[in-house]
Nanobody
C-alpha cells in the first residue's frame, strides 16, 4: 500500500509561483511513474505532468514552459514547480503513483490563482 501526501497549495496572484510537494510512503525510485493531475470545479480530472522511472517527463500543453515536475528519490518526494500562474490553473491538484499496475492517489491540495 502506497500513501501519498500533498502540500504546498494556496492562494496566489496571477503571475506568481507555487511549489507542490508529494511525499510517498514507499521508495519512489521503484514506481513505474508518478504524476500530478488537477481537477477544476465542474471539470474532469486532467493530467498536468508526469515523470517515469527513467526520468522521462510529459506535460499538458497548457502548462509547458511554466511548470516543472521533478523528484528527489532520497526524500521519496515528488515536486511540481509552478511559475507564471494563471487564473485557469485554479484547481485541486492530486499526486498520483503508478506502482505494480496499481494507481495510488493523494488527498489533493487546493491551488487558487486570483486575477
Amino acid at each position: 500500500q502506497v500513501q501519498l501526501v500533498e502540500s504546498g497549495g494556496g492562494l496566489v496572484q496571477a503571475g506568481g509561483s507555487l511549489r507542490l510537494s508529494c511525499v510517498a510512503s514507499g521508495y519512489i525510485f521503484s514506481f513505474n511513474s508518478m504524476g500530478w493531475y488537477r481537477q477544476a470545479p465542474g471539470k474532469q480530472r486532467e493530467l498536468v505532468a508526469r515523470i517515469t522511472r527513467g526520468g522521462t517527463t510529459t506535460y499538458a500543453d497548457s502548462v509547458k514552459g511554466r511548470f516543472t515536475i521533478s523528484r528527489d528519490n532520497a526524500k521519496n518526494t515528488l515536486y511540481l514547480q509552478m511559475n507564471s500562474l494563471k487564473p485557469e490553473d485554479t484547481a485541486v491538484y492530486y499526486c498520483n503513483a503508478d506502482h505494480l499496475s496499481l494507481a495510488y492517489w493523494g488527498q489533493g491540495t487546493q491551488v487558487t490563482v486570483s486575477s
